[in-house]
């Protein structure tokens, strides 16, 4: 029967310490292999908590890695620790359309979006409630402009 063990980890830093270790101890998997293969597989969120379900069955160990929130990825990418604001009107970061584009197309396997439009609708629509621009307009006009095709030749 597989044993299935649930991780929030920081990406590309995971270790053989808690909470891997002694979870994988006692199954008899090489820990070192499989402590390797998380941060090969979570280098790209590198210093974010990332979520990993590891299945071990019969010694063979199956990796899956989550994503951050969109949120969380929309803050690195503005080098940002926090999105707080005072009032509906403060701005607290610009995002290019095209770092925009460039978290979408992370998140598309997670999101409930089955295009890539849509999933940067999403994201954009996360910027709204986190006070952040994108292109340096309002996130609602360019979820407009992403309807009426303005950016498609960028997503294509």
């Not at 503005?78 to 005072?86: F, S, T, W, Y």
């Amino acid at each position: 029967m597989a044993e299935v063990i649930e991780a929030l980890v920081t990406a590309g830093k995971a270790s053989a310490g808690p909470p891997l270790g002694p979870a994988l101890g006692p199954l008899g998997v090489n820990i070192k292999e499989v402590v390797d293969e998380i941060n090969k597989k979570t280098e790209g969120y590198e210093g974010m908590q990332v979520p990993v379900i590891l299945t071990i069955d019969g010694g063979k160990v199956d990796i899956e890695v989550g994503s951050p929130p969109t949120s969380a990825l929309i803050k690195k990418e503005l080098g940002i620790e926090v999105a707080k604001r005072e009032g509906l009107e403060d701005i607290v970061g610009n995002l290019t359309i095209e770092e925009a584009i460039k978290i979408a197309k992370m998140k598309l396997d997670s999101m409930l979006s089955f295009t890539l439009k849509s999933a940067l609708k999403e994201v954009v629509g996360t910027c709204v409630s986190m006070g952040v621009t994108v292109d340096n307009e309002l996130p609602k006009v360019v979820q407009k402009k992403i309807d009426s095709g303005d950016y498609d030749h960028l997503i294509s």
